[in-house]
């Protein structure tokens, strides 16, 4: 069955043009991984906007249908061949995003009380301030706010040790400690104020990669290396220009189980802390 890019993230792009095989790593509902080398490459569904190390294609469900239990996949001019399934390539796309200063506390604070009564489970329930019973989210909720604190301090060596334990911490095939970094290192990063306190939390996150999964370490990759996820964009804009930020969260919380709201409790939680 063919199906057609619609973006091609420029990390993916390398790998294409790189290798030629490769060998799949794991076939899940919302994405399919591939090893090239040891580098880590994501399809999913385009509605899922831009992926640095992905291709996000038309049809996702039909594509991963079409898998057939393939172990490998290869790349013959601008085609990907998985099983039965054929992807046409497309040329690189960077999502680039650039906001002056935070977003308003008001703003915040809105976009926080719409995560919570759209997400309880995961690292989102730190955001509010009742109680926690779930163990992982306790230990996050402190170790959150002893990693913003050293953070702001500009203490290294303290940022490095909390980022470690955050790192692989709770549930999922990325674990939600892994994603809200991810989250928190694509807010500062997008805010042209904050690149100093971005490329601290980035060295500590690659430091601290090794605590976890090869396909969680790819994700923090990227977000250290300041390369933007689409829909973290979105969200990102529509709280800056104080807009409805419904439709954007919502678009963010169909990824994974519990990784788009852990996404965006890292942003949240990185833009109140600066």
Do not use: W
Request: include cysteine.
């Amino acid at each position: 069955m063919n199906h057609r890019a619609i973006y091609c993230g420029r990390y993916a792009a390398e790998l294409i043009n790189e290798y030629k095989t490769a060998d799949v790593l794991g076939v899940y509902s919302a994405g399919t991984y591939l090893l090239f080398g040891d580098s880590v490459l994501l399809i999913c569904d385009a509605s899922k906007k831009s992926v640095p190390f992905g291709i996000s294609v038309d049809g996702y469900e039909s594509f991963r249908d079409s898998i057939n239990g393939a172990e490998h996949a290869t790349v013959t001019e601008d085609l990907l061949t998985v099983g039965d399934a054929v992807i046409k390539l497309c040329a690189a796309e960077k999502r680039s995003c650039r906001i002056p200063a935070p977003p308003s506390k008001e703003a915040l604070d809105n976009a926080i009380q719409l995560l919570l009564s759209k997400k309880r489970e995961g690292f989102a329930p730190i955001l509010g301030e009742g109680e926690i019973t779930d163990p992982y989210a306790k230990k996050a909720r402190e170790l959150a706010a002893e990693l913003f604190g050293a953070l702001n301090k500009g203490d290294t060596e303290e940022l490095a040790k909390k980022a470690a334990l955050l790192t692989g911490l709770g549930k999922g095939l990325t674990p939600s400690g892994d994603d809200l970094l991810c989250g928190a290192l694509y807010a500062l990063h997008y805010c042209q104020s904050t690149k100093n306190e971005a490329f601290l939390l980035a060295d500590a996150v690659i430091k601290a990669k090794k605590n976890t999964n090869i396909i969680s370490r790819r994700y923090l990759e990227c977000a250290a290396a300041g390369e933007y996820f689409g829909l973290t964009a979105e969200l990102c804009e529509d709280l800056c220009n104080e807009e409805d930020t419904e439709a954007a969260l919502d678009g963010l919380l169909t990824v994974g189980s519990s990784s788009g709201g852990d996404i965006a409790t890292g942003m949240l939680l990185a833009f109140l802390s600066i």
